[in-house]
């Protein structure tokens, strides 16, 4: 569970949240992200509440902790302020609405720093929340787990903003809103990286008077420097979060740096007074003006509350990142690197075709299915494979890996997508063909070709590809599949956005009938967002009983229907799936069992049960040609405008 770090917008979660009693304050926003440091744990049922650790940081003040699944007991703890207060302000709340059982937390890795205003103490009741939820199946999604967290911690002496538990949502930039009781949840689009430090500046503050005094100003103001806070973390922040957004979607870095100082003068104007005494900040002043600094950042602001807890820059390149990272250590404050990606980062798809089409012999004796031919709504009669790698160029894919089922084969994807038509044949073309025709060549100059020499089941032929995937997240497209968007966004192009937003194993989703899930791989879990889009998946199924889907597959819908929840036929795999493969087959052959098939949906669980996996439901249609009925139907929908 990582830490978290607010860019812009601090205080304005606790703000937004006074509009339950005074409408006229303005929805509060913030930029929130989770840091490359965190608290790493492992989970177990037990019939105590106990949190242990075996990380090296933590053994010379670490002490272990249990208790008993009393719900008394656990409050008293979490009034106490003692050390495990967050943990057992959480787990009084799981024991109190949910009647769960004892869970054994084990600390195993402890990056983040304590007291720095990263919320370690959000991340600890994230991670609780989450313990509980996943030992006993609660079904609840992060914002559920936030929640949850959001409360217990409630429970502690602590009075926490409901931005601290954004860490919930991993190392990724979002941008919350926090309106009364409602908090959305959007994933901000990056277009440039962005290489920020941040580091304890290892001052004192009173987080608990900051809070108190600027309380005072809420929920209605009754003077000018109250006016002014309300100003500074209504319409003005709202300002800011507004250029903040565009800055990072239009990769104007040098633009957003510049903000970060604006917003710390506004700080300093309109809220620093409201207390005084905490708010001069001396030592924060003195780094923000640091001039050896200047030249290597484009703008810096306080964290969390302000104060001298902890400082945050916006480096100019990854040299000046870590030249900033040295000279913050050189002056005694432990500092920190965090380095945001741009999304869109799946540049790679795989796309499997070294099957032999036995369902569509004797066809197939002479022509892989692959390139059976397609009528198209424009006209055009295309072969699956280019309708297929046409979709995956206009999502922005840049190489495309085709698994063959063997080097003979290549020579049948060259002569189409590299060898130019005779003159003769071209000069009956009209114009438009003749300019297709270069398409259909710089298609090919995105091609990468592997061989799946051994046929081992459709894991195995993956895995072929794990050398091309280079350690990165790449899409997988079935061959002998069809989609068609119902937006003016590919259904791969959603794919990809969607897993810009979770970040973790994603699979695509589709609605199917009870009757025919035994057709499907199916998956089942809890949704995310009030729309039904976004499936945290809880269990993944092969080809399942109706019996069985209908008693443990279906999902809810908005109305309370259920519904089954089919795979889609597109994927974005993580470097994890590959190395699963990889342990299956070298299991299959330690036992010599060279004839076991590698699957992939085997793979897809094991990493989903240490990982997660998120299902998305895209907006779009899949048209499957494997078998004789199939073809029949494809070729006379998808040839409909």
């Known amino acids: 569970m990582p830490g978290r770090l607010c860019l812009f917008g601090e205080h304005t979660d606790w703000a ?46 670490w002490k272990d902790f249990s208790c008993h699944m009393d719900e008394q007991e656990l409050k008293r703890i979490a009034k106490s302020g003692s050390f495990f207060c967050y943990c057992a ?91 009364g009781d409602e908090v959305e949840v959007q994933t901000l689009n990056v277009k440039k990286t962005l290489y920020w430090v941040f580091a304890d500046l290892c001052g004192s503050k009173n987080t608990i008077k900051i809070l108190a005094d600027l309380n005072k100003a809420y929920p209605f103001p009754s003077n000018e420097k109250e006016r002014q806070e309300h100003d500074a973390f209504g319409l003005k922040n709202q300002e800011i979060i507004g250029k903040a957004v565009k800055y990072m979607a239009e990769g104007k870095v040098e633009l957003l740096g510049k903000l970060m100082t604006e917003t710390e003068e506004i700080f300093d104007r309109q809220v620093a007074p409201m207390c005084p005494d905490e708010l001069k900040s001396p030592k924060l002043k003195a780094i923000l003006d640091d001039e050896n600094i200047h030249a290597l950042t484009y703008g810096g602001k306080g964290v969390g509350s302000h104060g001298d807890g902890s400082v945050q820059f916006l480096a100019k390149n990854q040299d000046c990142q870590l030249l900033l990272l040295d000279y913050l250590k050189s002056l005694g404050m432990p500092s920190y690197t965090l380095t945001i990606q741009p999304v869109h980062t799946v540049r790679r798809a795989i ?11 004797p066809a197939t004796r002479t022509m892989k299915k692959d390139f059976f031919p397609i009528p198209c709504p424009d006209g055009m009669v295309r072969p699956v494979i280019l309708i297929l790698l046409e979709e995956l160029v206009h999502s922005g894919i840049e190489e495309i890996c085709l698994v063959l089922g063997s080097k003979e084969e ?7 997508f590299e060898r130019p038509l005779p003159e003769e044949h071209l000069a009956k073309l009209n114009v438009e063909a003749q300019e297709y025709e270069n398409h259909i060549h710089d298609i090919g100059k995105r091609l990468r070709y592997v061989y799946q020499n051994e046929k081992r089941g459709f894991g195995h032929a993956v895995y072929q590809a794990v050398q091309f995937a280079h350690g990165e997240p790449v899409l997988l497209m079935l061959g002998d599949t069809l989609y068609r968007s119902t937006t003016n966004k590919p259904c791969a192009l959603q794919l990809i956005e969607s897993f810009e937003r979770y970040n973790k194993l994603t699979v695509g989703l589709y609605p199917v009938s009870l009757s025919t899930v035994s057709h499907f791989g199916v998956m089942s879990g809890v949704w995310e967002d009030k729309d039904c889009k976004y499936l945290n998946v809880s269990t993944l199924k092969e080809k399942p009983t109706s019996s069985y889907a209908e008693e443990f597959l279906g999902v809810r819908d908005n109305n309370g229907n259920k519904e089954y929840c089919s795979v889609f036929g597109q994927y974005i795999l993580t470097p994890e799936v590959f190395d699963q493969l990889s342990a299956d087959i070298k299991q299959a052959d330690e036992e010599g069992d060279k004839k076991r098939e590698i699957e992939l949906t085997s793979a897809l669980e094991a990493v989903r049960q240490r990982t997660g996996m998120m299902g998305v439901r895209l907006k779009g249609e899949r048209y499957d040609m494997g078998n004789h009925g199939a073809l029949i139907e494809t070729v006379t929908r998808f040839s409909r405008s």
Request: proline share 3%; hydrophobic share 40%; net charge neutral.
């Open 410 to 416: 290549r020579q049948l994807y060259t002569d189409f």
């Open 351 to 361: 796309i499997p075709v070294a099957g032999f089409g036995t369902r569509l012999y």
């Open 89 to 179: 302000g959480v787990a009084s709340y799981m024991l109190e609405w949910y009647k769960v059982g004892g869970v054994r937390i084990r600390i195993t890795d402890m990056t983040l720093p304590i007291k720095s205003g990263l919320s370690s103490s959000a991340a600890i009741c994230v991670l609780v929340a989450r313990a509980f939820n996943l030992i006993y199946k609660l079904n609840l999604n992060t914002m559920g787990e936030m929640n949850i967290a959001y409360l217990g911690e409630l429970r502690t002496q602590s009075r926490c903003g409901r931005l601290d538990q954004a860490c919930a949502f991993g190392v990724k930039p979002s941008l919350m809103t926090f309106d």
């Open 16 to 61: 937004g949240h006074y509009r339950t009693m005074n409408a006229d304050i303005p929805v509060g926003a913030a930029i929130v992200t989770g840091i490359e440091q965190g608290i790493y744990a492992e989970v177990e049922k037990s019939s105590l509440f106990e949190v242990q650790s075996t990380a090296e940081q933590m053994k010379s003040e």
